[in-house]
C-alpha cells in the first residue's frame, strides 16, 4: 500500500523558516521524481516544486523560487521542503505527491496535507 505522510506544518511568522518532510512508503521510492503541491483557502491546488528520482534536478513555480528548496534522502523514504522567507500569501495546505513524471502535474499517490500558517 503507498503511504504518504506529510508533517512539519506550524504557526510560523512572515520572514521565518519551516521544513516539511514527507515520508513515504509502499513504493520504490528511489525510482521516482516527487512534488510537493499547497492549496490555500478558496483557491485551487497549486503545485511548487519537484524533484528526479536522484535528486539531481528540481524545478520550482515562480512564487517560491529562491525561498524554497526541496530535497531528498533516498535512503530514508523521505522528501523534504525547506521553507525560508515566509510570507503570509505562502498560507496553506501543504501535500507531498507522487506525478506521473518529473514534468507532469497529475499525481497518482498524495499525503494528507499539514497545515503552514503565516501570520504575525
Known amino acids: 500500500e503507498v503511504q504518504l505522510v506529510a508533517s512539519g506544518g506550524a504557526l510560523v511568522q512572515p520572514g521565518g523558516s519551516l521544513r516539511l518532510s514527507c515520508a513515504v512508503s509502499?513504493?520504490?521510492?528511489?525510482?521516482?521524481?516527487m512534488s510537493w503541491v499547497r492549496q490555500a483557502p478558496g483557491k485551487a491546488l497549486e503545485w511548487i516544486s519537484s524533484?528526479?528520482?536522484?535528486?539531481?534536478?528540481?524545478r520550482y513555480a515562480d512564487s517560491v523560487k529562491g525561498r524554497f528548496t526541496i530535497s531528498r534522502d533516498n535512503a530514508k523514504n523521505t522528501l523534504y521542503l525547506q521553507m525560508n522567507s515566509l510570507k503570509p500569501e505562502d498560507t496553506a495546505v501543504y501535500y507531498c505527491?507522487?506525478?506521473?513524471?518529473?514534468?507532469?502535474?497529475?499525481?497518482?499517490?498524495r499525503s494528507q496535507g499539514t497545515q503552514v500558517t503565516v501570520s504575525s
Open positions: 505527491a507522487k506525478p506521473l513524471s518529473y514534468w507532469s502535474s497529475s499525481y497518482d499517490s
Open positions: 509502499g513504493f520504490t521510492f528511489s525510482t521516482y521524481a
Open positions: 524533484i528526479t528520482n536522484g535528486g539531481i534536478n528540481t
